[in-house]
């Protein structure tokens, strides 16, 4: 009985020694388009799948594969007599090897000229639908999709004239992870379409599908006897972590960009000059100034010891001014837009040192939602876009905020609460911060109790030089549950507090602030960070 092989791939990669195996093992091979040239012009013999279907290829090549003398002699099982005589019955053989990889759909979408058109024509139906015939009948039929899996299989003709069970079925796995991922490439990729205002009712599926392709294999996770992967997007923001250009230092750790992402997304708060300063997932500096120079100069102020070892954001072209400050302390990581050639030489004489750019004009991809994983799911939400915020430079109250004492906030208060909110929206709760209107004073992160915080932030704040507090509020991420924060805030100096507002004993601190003159404002907006 004549077994066959078929073989269409879009990735040439080994296929002439696969074919020669193949076919050194009395296989008889059946071919498409590229790959039958490629495989005939090596002069092995094969047949074209429509000469062994005996009904041409057509529609431009949509319709060539898709035929029961395929489907039959892939999903037959070869020990239940009923299929057997059916495919006696209709002139079907087996077929009991499959090499196929798919259209290049992914790298056809990364295009940046790719038309809706191009994107449509690139989706494979025949493939996958082969693919996903010869794994559900794996128990005899072998499907290869990788060329890494090549070397395996040859081997495994060599030695046994056939491959074995337990390679059959971790072939076949791979399949539905391949065909699952590619759909979902394609499900991502028309989603877009589907984000406007549509004159009908739009009804979502209440299953998610997610789809990621490995970035990076990491030395170690969060810790060093925990393994570790970093997957990207298909198409991740050329602002994000995940799109960042590695110019120089060692490969990134999971802590390195961990903390990386979380102060690249303080940075992003800001379009005016900005530094940001990162320590397990928190911030220990942050600052803005006229000039970047001079906001890192204030962000290294605003916490000297924490900053060592730490990571560094700016959101402005690093200079050899900037690049002989930033050397002078040791980081893991520095993340900008670009470095001067002057500043990467620099800066690149420290060998382990990370250095990193991404594109920080890019506003139109950001992330919409984030996930969290838990054990047996996974949570999902809008990201915390803070619309309630200024984004630019702040000339007076945001719409959104309520003055719920008795005195208005000065311009230079509310710019610094704008400031602070900002910020404070990415620290772990409970987070207190107190700040000027430029740089952060004191930052209490990730306490059980409101009070604890706001204690952190006051003493960091108090080892500042006086002048740094000529303007001097607190910022917290969610209301102040009794008045003990406002009481403290007003004995240590505070003159002016931001919070959401919402609990039940609001009143309780306004009075507090109206006994002492302090401004409070009501933000309507709480932003924990769990």
Known sequence: MTKYALLSVSDKTGIIEVAQTLVNNGIELLSTGGTFKTIEEAGIPVTAVEDYTEFPEMMDGRVKTLHPKIHGGLLGLRDNNEHIQAMNDHGISTIDYVIVNLYPFKETITKPDVTLADAIENIDIGGPSMLRSAAKNYQSVTVVTDPADYPT?????????????????????????????????????????????????????????????????????????????????????????????????????????????????????????????????????????????????RCQQADPVSIYGGIVVVNREVSLELANALGKIFLEIIVA??????????????????????????????????????SGGLLVQAVDQSNELVKDSLTDIPNTWDVSTKRQPSLEELKAMNFGMKIVKHVKSNAILVTNDYMTLGIGAGQMNRVGSAEIALKQAEEKDE????????????????????????????????????????????????????????????????
């Open 153 to 297: 299989l040859i081997q495994q003709l060599t030695d046994n004239n056939e491959s074995t069970y337990e390679f059959r079925q971790y072939l076949a796995g791979k399949v539905f992870q391949l065909t699952s991922h590619y759909d979902a490439l394609i499900s991502d990729y028309l989603d877009q379409f589907n984000k406007k205002e549509q004159n009908f009712e739009v009804n979502q599926w209440s299953h998610k599908t997610l789809t990621y392709s490995e970035k990076q294999s990491l030395r170690y996770g969060e810790n060093s006897h925990q393994s570790a992967t970093f997957y990207k997007e298909l198409n991740a923001p050329k602002s994000s972590i995940a799109a960042a250009i590695q110019l120089n230092g060692k490969e990134l750790s999971y802590n390195n960009l961990k903390d990386a992402d979380a102060a690249i997304k303080i940075a992003r708060e800001f379009t005016e000059p900005v530094a940001v300063a990162v320590k397990h997932m928190n911030p220990c500096g942050v600052a803005i100034a006229d000039t970047i120079e001079l906001a890192f100069e």
């Open 467 to 530: 002048f740094l507090r000529q303007t001097y509020v607190m910022s917290s991420d969610a209301f102040l549950p009794m008045s003990d924060t406002a009481e403290l805030a007003h004995r240590r100096g505070i003159t002016a507090i931001a919070q959401p507002g919402g609990s039940k004993y609001d009143q309780d601190s306004v009075q507090v602030c109206d006994d002492n003159d302090v401004a409070m404002v009501m933000t309507g907006y709480r932003h924990f960070r769990h």
């Open 337 to 374: 837009p670009s470095f001067s050639p002057e500043a990467l030489e620099r800066l690149t004489k420290k060998k382990n040192l990370r250095l990193l750019t991404i594109d920080f004009d890019e506003e139109s991809n950001i992330d919409q939602e984030e996930y969290v994983s838990v």
